[in-house]
């Protein structure tokens, strides 16, 4: 059942941000050949974080009428919103080893045990990226795109990890009555600017779509994408000593990115995705096949936060890649409207879950699959066009 505890009246309020802003497009044809795009923003955060000015290069080269190169260069930025900078959560959910219903919690950052332990009043977030790819008509019927992406993200706004309260801390909580009058809460996250990362990666299409005179049409695509995300710096940890004003007996080494957070930015998300899809049209009927291979990942279970049990074992499972294959039929009633029969993951292929997770929160399958581990799924689907 859902642990959440509703909303406390101490957690009430008002926030907003007004903001103004101005933006440019343009683009023309300098050439036959090339064409430059200039876009620019300018965003003025008056209350808080002031101005900032963004901006976009583009550039489209028709290398023959066939191959066409493509390019960008751009700076971002984003501001906190006001719900992620005072947002209170508190509700009952299982941690540790997953056998345990603790007293969790979401903070503001900028509330006094957030403060206490590291963090700070959100700033923006900024982005600098750059593209490049090309386009190639390879005949009438058949299309290639080739893309790479670059992407550094600085001062990234996220969650920390949760961080575990101990019984010490959790009675000077208790004392200072900071929770509106909730006790007994063993873990906190907060919202931070505390990490950069580096995302990079390739998009492939290769699209074919032929169609006959007579309405017959095929289409088939092969689509990969390659995609890596690594951590580029987040503060060190760092020694807890004192909490809220008092003295603690025994400090402790807090890190706001915790080693699950760690692996949920770099191993959770499969690098490797690959989807190739055939449909074929022919009169009323239409039939469609459609192939998934998501490469392999890992993953912390048991929601544990260090990734490693009481006796220091590690509680990190990798799980191999899978093809996962869906199957369409449809027939067309007439004009207008059709109907199709489908089967998602039509071989119920998932990934088991370890058989401690299992055995201590009831999961057969991994949290972390990709894709719908609710397994084989079947679809029955009406379509009409009524406009």
Not at 107 to 125: C, F, K, N
Not at 302 to 311: A, E, I
């Amino acid at each position: 059942s859902n642990g959440y505890q509703g909303l406390n009246p101490k957690f009430a309020g008002t926030w907003d941000r007004p903001n103004f802003s101005a933006y440019v497009d343009l683009e023309t044809d300098v050439t036959e050949r090339w064409v430059l795009g200039l876009a620019g923003r300018y965003e003025n955060y008056y209350n808080d974080f002031g101005s900032t000015l963004t901006g976009k290069f583009a550039a489209l080269y028709r290398a023959t009428d066939r191959i066409r190169l493509r390019g960008t260069a751009s700076t971002g930025f984003r501001a906190p919103t006001p719900g992620q900078a005072n947002l209170w959560a508190l509700q009952t959910a299982l941690a540790g080893t997953g056998d345990q219903l603790v007293e969790t919690g979401q903070l503001p950052p900028t509330h006094p045990i957030s403060a206490a332990l590291g963090a700070e009043e959100l700033t923006e977030e900024t982005a600098r990226s750059f593209t490049l790819g090309t386009v190639m008509d390879i005949s009438q019927d058949l299309t290639l795109t080739v893309d790479y992406f670059d992407i550094t993200l600085m001062d990234r706004i996220s969650l920390t990890g949760n961080i575990p309260i101990t019984s010490t801390m959790q009675m000077i909580m208790d004392e200072a009555n900071l929770l509106g009058g909730v006790e007994n809460l063993r873990e906190i996250k907060f919202f931070s600017n505390d990490f950069d990362t580096r995302t990079r990666g390739i998009d492939f299409l290769l699209a074919y779509d032929v169609e006959d005179e007579e309405g017959n049409a095929t289409q088939a695509t092969i689509a990969w994408n390659w995609t890596t995300q690594r951590l580029v710096s987040f503060s060190a940890p760092r020694q807890i000593s004192d909490f809220l004003g008092q003295q603690l007996s025994t400090p402790f080494t807090l890190s706001l990115l915790t080693p699950r957070r760690q692996i949920e930015i770099e191993a959770v998300n499969p690098e490797h995705r690959i989807v190739m899809m055939g449909r074929h049209v022919r009169g009323a009927l239409h039939g469609m096949l459609r192939l998934n291979y998501y490469d392999g990942w890992s993953a912390c279970r048991n929601n544990s936060n260090s990734c490693v049990d009481g006796n220091d074992m590690s509680l990190l499972d990798d799980y191999d890649g899978a093809i996962i294959a869906d199957l369409e039929v449809g027939y067309r009633l007439f004009e207008g409207y059709q109907i199709s029969l489908g089967i998602d993951n039509l071989f119920n292929t998932f990934p088991d879950a370890h058989a401690d997770e299992t055995l201590s929160q009831g999961n057969i399958r991994p949290e972390s699959t990709p894709w719908d581990y609710n397994g084989r799924a079947y679809v029955l689907r009406l379509v009409a066009d009524v406009f």
